[in-house]
């Protein structure tokens, strides 16, 4: 009766001691599970944000292409405008040259 109630208490002892190992070691086990969590978080959140800075450059880029070409239509279109006019007025000299003749 000793002996089983001496074996009973190593026993009950080893089954405190595991109990104890599993409690450290899970709760290690979800500290580094937390650790990583954050890792991971930290890692998205940099690359939202090299993303979001690389489609503003892009947008900021488009904007000033279309500001560029833009500008350059309305420089073609009054570059086109002078040079009808002027060959309008070119015209308009050679008629009333025309009609001072006849």
Do not use: N, P
């Amino acid at each position: 009766a000793q002996r089983r109630m001496e074996h009973d208490e190593a026993l009950d002892d080893a089954a405190s001691k595991l109990q104890d190992q599993h409690g450290r070691l899970t709760k290690q086990a979800l500290e580094e599970v937390d650790a990583e969590r954050e890792k991971l978080l930290a890692e998205l959140a940099q690359r939202r944000r090299d993303h979001d800075e690389a489609l503003a450059m892009s947008t900021s880029e488009l904007q000033e292409q279309h500001a560029r070409l833009t500008q350059w239509t309305i420089e073609e279109v009054e570059a086109e405008r002078e040079r009808l006019l002027a060959e309008l007025a070119q015209r308009q000299r050679e008629h009333s040259e025309e009609l001072q003749v006849s």
